[in-house]
């Protein structure tokens, strides 16, 4: 073989096979010069050979240490072929690496050094030397790549660079097993079938006959599973025995012999096997008693034997124990013990065996910087540097996810289903009513769903089979049905097909389909629909310049795309410089954000927008007047800056408020608090500094919202804090929340409202006195809805309101308590909607399931934090918008504004009469323009939302004025 390596190189990178497949869950896979494994405390891990990009770490650097993989969480299954490899997590498969011949199956013969969703509803994989199948949960088998001697099994040798089916005889298949020239699976009625190349008797028809279509093995007696190599087959039956046949010249069937076989032929020296795996010329079972015997070729050490002799029959790895699964490579061997730590022998001539150098051994030897990593959360990638302890995070992957929108909050949990609770004016709970709920309730118009969106009032489903359904308001389209009329049944986007990811702004929404690429829908004021126009859709659109889309954002009005490779690109409204390209200029179309490189994840808030970064730390840019940025400043930014004291493995936005999920499950947040959406801070009305929420320490998903937060605990109960004015928090109140409350009847049994649960509002007739209600926030803040509020949600009406997102940022007012005299209080409603998507995680692929369709540190806030805020100064940029977009102003405080800021937190009850701008704080009034406020309590929500499907689409965008608050009922 090291011959045939020095005259033929690169005939050997496409005719050489080398399957990390075992007979059990895949966790460790190896390729010619690269190993994969899936570390219990860090996840997905890969070192080696690095050429094609096939370690998914974002580089084509080789590394003789395990490095993490990108975007891929929970794995389920891996394999490995000699240049690209492949995983399944939550039933999506990714790969990554070289794609000359379309074995990623991306549709775009691209190499790619960070993991592109291929395929839904995935249950088994399995790779060759260019070619990868895949076992879907429908019994199905789809193959793609190479297809010379027709091993996808068409009929025809016509190579593909997308999955095609593999006609069985109308069985089902239970599992596959895939060499480096022919495939085979099992089948439902125990028989097997191969097909491809056939030259060494590898198909186990009894003839060296290639076939392209697939033919049934003979002489397979009983229950088994198969495992292929470059040119030999083997079946691990269920009682632990083991019959080989196919290539046979340096003993790899464990026969004693080098003959070769064209039918299975039983390997009599075995039993009590557990799993089994085939390399290119030798094979290694792991035993019941956790022990690994070895056979074939041992030129380089590759049977762990301590020698460099071919072996014709099993022979024991001395020493070797405790060992939970194997894999064999082209010259090289793995395993992963039960402690958790992997170890390697044979070849490492590009450090495949992962110790630090590149000098072979024929004896186990240990992997570096795999087991002693510092814990990340279950659900995320590394987040730092090494640590020299190891530690004892929980290794099962969350299964549960929330999203909040405005005013209500939605949890999935994919075996259990989805359920809301909050504001369900337009029936956007999705439980066929229009009931505000304040605890959850079923999601019933809908079903098979595993990811959500939320808008303002809408929800948007990804649902197992690569499609989308939304329900709730559409009054401007942003149901993506072509149609305005809002809806409270769900109901499917027919234009939008095999789709990756969704997010949701107030009133728009996005998803990446297949090919990476974007499409939105709904509102488009400032172009955020990315399609170069301001002209609203209600079917989807292509984002213009938008490739190899990873991840997307959507934020009140601007939205992002994360890029394969870890940078970004965003479109939109510009105002105070969301988009991060170092302008205040909005686009309609995608530009990148300046200086980002190593993203991992996005959120979108109103006016700013925050990434993550590999290795936990986070960025934030935009609007920064509540601190939103996380700088220590109050000052907006046009690009990337780090935020203080973060190292999170997830993030979520907030309307002017961020969060980050930490590595052991606890939270920080930081930007504005008025509603209490920071959690455990009563006192504090904003921190340009994270702070962290003591009463949170095992949160496993995270999500914001207009004004609320939200987390899963234990992966098994809700808590959430902040506004409730909808009931949004599911406590079984409208009461706001400063400290976290529990989530009732989540995912309990019964499926309606609790009979003592208030299913209507208080009343909204003046009494002269606030309703009184329970609180847990300091006096002086608001306690609750007062019944002398007189509206809570938006009107519908027509308005001379530009119909874009509400105008963005009203006069900043301390929250102010309602008096015993009612006034004409405007009613508190919701502004865009910032993210109505889950907390960001490191990028990773929805959870799909089966179609044939195609670690910080708490941040205590600093004596050093400004007690003033500078004033926004007006920028020197001009706008490059056209003439009828309204010039950008400076927003400077007007002058006669008191030059310091109030007390955070007011001594005494406020008046409900409007009061002078809070001092220190810049106005987002344009300067030239009086503030139109409306008598009685200062609202802090920016005004309606659009007020139906306008007559003509406004080219200029909206007023970022207050406006007088509509009243009624979306």
Known sequence: DNTKMTLLPWLLLVCCSVVGMVAQASDLALGFYHSCAVSNQEGLMCWGNNEYGQLGIGTTTDTNTAGAVLDIDSVAGLVAGPSHTCAISGYMLSCWGRNTVGQLGTGNPVDTSTPIAV????????????HTCALRTTGSVWCWGYNVFGRLGDGTTTSSDTPILVSLW??????????GLHSCAVLSNSSVACWGRNYYGQLGIGSTSDSYVPVLVKDITGSATIVAGYAHTCALYDVGTVACWGNNDHGQLGLGDTTVRTIPTAVTSLSLVSAISLGNSHTCALLNDGTVKCWGINSDGQLGDGSTTDRYSPVAV????????????????CVVLTSGAAQCWGSSSNGQLGAGSLTSSTAPVTVSNFYNLPTSHPSQRPSSQPSLQPTTAPSQQPTGSIVLGAYHTCALFVEKGMMCWGSNGNGQLGDGTTTDRTTPVFVSVVSNVIAMALGQSFTCTLLSAGTVSCWGVNDVGQLGDGTSVSRAAALTIALLTGVKAIAAGPFHACAIVVGRTVKCWGQNAAGQLGDGLRTLSSTPVTAVGVDFAIGIAAGGSHTCALLQG???????????????DNTLTDSETAVAVASLTDATAMMAGELHTCALIRGGTVKCWGFNMFGQVGDGSYLSVKAPVSVTGVSASAISTGQYFSCGLNTT????????????????????????VALSIPSITTATALGTGYQHTCVIVNDESAKCWGGNDYGQLGDGTFVTRFLPVTVGNFFSNPTSQ????????????????PAAQPSDHPTGQPSGRPSSQPSRQPSRQPSSQPTSWPTQQPTRQPAAQPSAQPSSAPSRQPSSQPTGQPAAQPTGHPTAQPSDQLSSQPSAQPSTQPTSRPTRQPTSQPSSQPSTNPTRQSSSQPSGSPSSRPSAQPTSRPSQQPTSQPTGRPSRQPSGQPSVQPSGQPSRRPTSPPSGIPSSQPSAQPSRQPTKQPTGRP
């Open 119 to 130: 395929l839904g509803g995935v249950q088994a994989v399995g790779v060759g030397i260019a």
């Open 170 to 179: 109308s069985v089902t298949a239970v599992s596959i097993g895939i060499g």
């Open 318 to 333: 001395p020493s070797l124990t405790s060992v939970s699964s194997i894999a064999a490579g082209y010259a090289h061997t």
């Open 566 to 580: 870890g940078t970004a690109k965003c479109w939109g409204g510009n105002s105070d410089g969301q988009l991060g």
């Open 665 to 688: 499950g606890g939270v920080l947040c930081w930007g504005d608090n008025t509603y209490g959406q920071l959690g455990d801070r009563p006192g504090v009305s904003d921190s340009p």
């Open 754 to 769: 609790p009979s003592s649960q208030p299913t209507r509002r208080p009343s909204l007739q003046p009494t002269g006195q």
